[in-house]
């Protein structure tokens, strides 16, 4: 079946600008996740959804950063007023059933801020 | 002290070792373990999961788990070129009074032909 797929796989923007980001988890899959990961760094944890449940946001890093998610499908990230600092690899990743089982990511977003 | 801690590297074994990952995590109560692939420029792939205590193989791969210790490992049998990419620990710990994936920085390996 399909894998987690991401839009748009680059993107270059200018400091201050929005951008937003897109991520179709896997069918069926309940749980969808954002990470950070900057050249050479490790994962660095933004976001988690869970079904209809409230998103845990604790990672997220500034209040420029948010994300939504309707129900089980499609979710979107937001940067507000980029800075440089943002330029970095976005990852969504979706599982199953939540925090305790696999997750499976897609190719990720690069981001580049001019 | 990391939460998920793993050796960067980087770590070379000639074509056909076995090539040894470590890491070792600080939560007593995690339940979930997770092996993760990153080739350079890609995004991290699962390759192994470990839920119990021993030894869980599939192919070439054997994931270790001694939750007593608190170290995971992943060997890797008869390492191929193609084997060559950062491996990336994954635990699931309590985080904020939450269940979290949280990631080790990643183990280099060369496998040198």
């Known amino acids: 079946g399909a894998g987690v797929s991401q839009s748009p796989s680059n993107k270059v923007t200018e400091k201050g600008k929005d951008v937003e980001l897109r991520c179709d988890p896997i069918?069926?899959?309940?749980?969808l996740y954002w990470y950070r990961q900057r050249l050479g760094q490790g994962l660095e944890f933004l976001i988690y959804?869970?079904?209809?449940?409230?998103?845990?946001k604790s990672g997220l890093p500034s209040d420029r950063f948010s994300a939504e998610r309707t129900g089980e499908s499609v979710s979107t990230l937001t940067i507000q007023r980029t800075q440089q600092e943002d330029s970095a690899v976005y990852l969504c990743?979706?599982?199953?059933?939540?925090?305790?089982?696999?997750?499976?990511f897609g190719p990720g977003t690069r981001l580049t801020v001019t | 002290q990391k939460e998920v801690e793993q050796n960067s590297g980087p770590l070379s074994v000639p074509e056909g070792a076995i090539a040894s990952l470590n890491c070792t995590y600080s939560?007593?109560?995690?339940?979930?373990f997770f092996w993760y692939r990153q080739y350079s420029g890609k995004s991290p792939e699962l390759i192994m999961s470990?839920?119990?205590?021993g030894d869980k193989e599939d192919g070439r791969f054997t994931a270790q788990l001694n939750k007593a210790s608190q170290y995971v490992s992943l060997l890797i049998r008869d390492s191929q070129p193609s084997d060559s990419a950062t491996y990336l620990c994954?635990?699931?710990?309590?985080?904020?009074?939450?269940?979290?994936?949280?990631f080790g920085s990643g183990t280099q390996l060369t496998v040198l032909p």
């Open positions: 959804f869970q079904g209809n449940s409230a998103p845990d």
């Open positions: 069918s069926g899959h309940t749980a």
């Open positions: 990743a979706s599982s199953s059933k939540g925090q305790l089982t696999e997750q499976y």
């Open positions: 470990i839920y119990s205590n």
């Open positions: 939560d007593r109560v995690s339940q979930s």
């Open positions: 994954a635990v699931n710990l309590r985080v904020n009074s939450a269940r979290q994936l949280t």
